[in-house]
């Protein structure tokens, strides 16, 4: 029924899928450029260096030798490429301050991005909030300037916690796909699909995981205006509904990766476009629904539509 009514909600605020879009496509351009900056000021001295051109050249070469069949090049192609790539190294070694100065750049440029961008999604979540408890109807601008004091703190909690439980996710996902082969039998590309699935299988346990444990975070501050703080707090320690808030989204993270692995193919990936943001909203639609059916609160699936425990005798519920 949550799921349901997650997907529901989702759909009546379709609008809301194109200014997530707009919004984010304004911040990757913007950021995006300033990374591009960073990027050409920090590694210009080893992108423009001979050394650099000379290890393209022996690249390109050896592609071309694939098609022309000049075996003389693909014969030299191993030691050409070796002698290349160690005066690149070199080159690298001696400009490491700057390589440095770039990664901790575009380090920050990822974290800026998705604390800006979670400042939309806590918008969209205000305006969920409005349609699912008095179903007004919430302006994207106004959410977004009405709660971005919350919002910015929100994020500035949310964004590190999440960077370090993705970063241990990571660590698990590289574990099920380059050492767990070694202890399954040998069944050959067999074996690789199996560690593909473990891997996949990890990465979205973990998510769903993550979505548990912070389902009741944003809605108890957009819903009953509990300090961020103290609502993650909260959030971690609620153990009401574990498994089935846990079963929803892990399910949910299911559907979301088939509709968008499904709709990229068979549009070349254009789909991606609406799919991507409309996943992030029924993500958020679902913490929403399991805040408000956990707290017992009555909310508005649709206009006809109210569901909860406490809706009104003789009233539309579900």
Same mark, same amino acid.
């Given at each position: 029924? $949550? ?6 909600i989702t !759909? ?5 899928i ?5 919004? $984010?496509?304004?911040? !990757? ?16 001295? &080893?992108?423009?260096?001979? %050394? #650099?051109?000379?290890?393209?050249? /022996? ?6 030798? @694939? #098609? !022309?069949?000049?075996?003389? /090049?693909?014969?030299?192609? %191993? ?5 290349? @790539? ?12 700057? &390589? ?11 974290? /800026? ?8 999604v ?6 969920? +909030? ?11 601008s ?30 698990a996902?590289?574990? #099920?796909f ?22 996949? !299988?990890?990465?979205?346990?973990? %998510? ?15 819903? +009953? ?17 574990? $498994? ?11 559907c979301?990766?088939? /509709?968008?692995?499904? #709709? ?9 476009? &609406? ?11 679902? %913490? ?17 539509? &109210? ?12």
């Amino acid at each position: 029924m $949550r799921f349901r009514h997650a997907f529901c909600i989702t !759909t009546n605020h379709f609008a809301d899928i194109f200014k997530l879009l707009l919004y $984010r496509l304004v911040t !990757t351009v913007i950021l995006g450029s300033i990374a591009y900056v960073i990027l050409r000021l920090g590694l210009s001295a &080893i992108t423009g260096s001979a %050394q #650099f051109a000379h290890l393209e050249e /022996v690249v390109s070469g050896f592609f071309s030798a @694939l #098609f !022309t069949g000049e075996s003389d /090049v693909l014969r030299s192609f %191993q030691s050409d490429f070796s002698g290349a @790539l160690a005066d690149v190294l070199n080159l690298i070694e001696s400009h490491s301050g700057s &390589i440095i100065g770039c990664v901790i750049g575009i380090c920050c440029i990822y974290l /800026v991005s998705r604390f800006v961008n979670g400042l939309a999604v806590f918008a969209v979540g205000g305006s969920i +909030d409005s349609r699912m408890g008095t179903y007004a109807h919430s302006s994207f601008s106004q959410s977004y300037f009405k709660r971005l004091g919350s919002a910015s703190l929100y994020q500035v909690i949310y964004v590190p916690v999440c960077f370090l439980y993705d970063a241990i996710t990571l660590v698990a996902c590289w574990f #099920f796909f380059f050492y767990a082969p070694s202890i399954l039998p040998s069944w050959g590309f067999l074996t690789v699909l199996v560690a593909i699935s473990l891997t996949v !299988t990890a990465l979205i346990c973990m %998510q769903a995981l993550k979505m548990t444990l912070i389902s009741a975070w944003m809605p108890a501050v957009v819903t +009953d205006g509990v300090g961020v703080g103290k609502a993650f707090a909260a959030s971690i320690k609620n153990g009401k509904d574990f $498994r089935s808030r846990f079963g929803g989204f892990l399910a949910g993270i299911y559907c979301v990766v088939a /509709v968008n692995v499904g #709709f990229a193919f068979a549009t070349l990936g254009s789909s991606l476009l &609406i799919t991507v943001p409309g996943s992030y909203l029924y993500l958020l639609a679902m %913490q929403f629904v399991n805040y408000y059916r956990s707290n017992g609160k009555r909310y508005f699936v649709s206009r006809e539509r &109210i569901a909860g425990e406490e809706a009104e005798e003789g009233g539309p519920k579900d």
